[in-house]
């Protein structure tokens, strides 16, 4: 099988991915866009049953109307995973956001566990009630979006793309400002997802402002100009 990359070049390595494998474009792709916000997506099923399920193939997709993507992917014989499945019946969901310390049940979520087991009464987490979907969260979540399914975009016979409507938002306390609405980081301690068996700790943060366009261009004269 052809590896899809092109000859060594000065400039690094190319590769053509219409000549490679799924597997391959799995590894560049989640190992190269990092690090990617994890959702631990709460639903319901239709016999009551809490499911769980880590997403990293997620992120915020716009604010006016408050949209998320999720990125979905089914079982190797193309049937639906539960979060699937039990989206499409109830059009709900809630996203928990992961920091440090539900890192550890996050993980645990994505073990194969039967449709009629739940991962939250499985592991012992403890979940709250939410105010707009019958779908709970978790209650050591720092926080949770409750989210309405707005469309999904079927790509193939393993891939979905759900875009959901927040429809509110549950902080724990010490975690926002609520008069400015800023978020705490050094208290919110967010985790990423790398690659594998690899995650990331947010804790080594910086500011950099957004500069005018002049601002850009008297810096790049001052760096050009002769001595």
Known sequence: MSSGMSPAAS???AFDFARLDTTARYKLMSGV???????LVTTMSEEGVVNAAPYSFFNVFSDDPPLIALGLQHKPDCTRKDTTRNI???GEFVVNMVDEALARAMCDCAAEFPA?????????L????STTTRAPRFAAAPFALECRKTVSL???????ILLGEVVALHARAGLLDPQTLRVDFAAYRPVGRLFGDFYTRQT?????????PGEIMAARGART???
């Open 11 to 13: 400039d690094g390595l």
């Open 33 to 39: 866009i990092v690090p990617r916000p994890i959702a």
């Open 88 to 90: 499409e019946r109830t």
């Open 116 to 124: 009629d087991i739940g991962e939250p009464e499985a592991l012992g």
């Open 126 to 129: 403890a979940l709250s009630p």
């Open 154 to 160: 079927v790509f193939g016979p393993n891939r979905e």
């Open 204 to 212: 080594d943060i910086f500011a950099m402002a957004r500069r005018t």
């Open 225 to 227: 100009d002769p001595a």
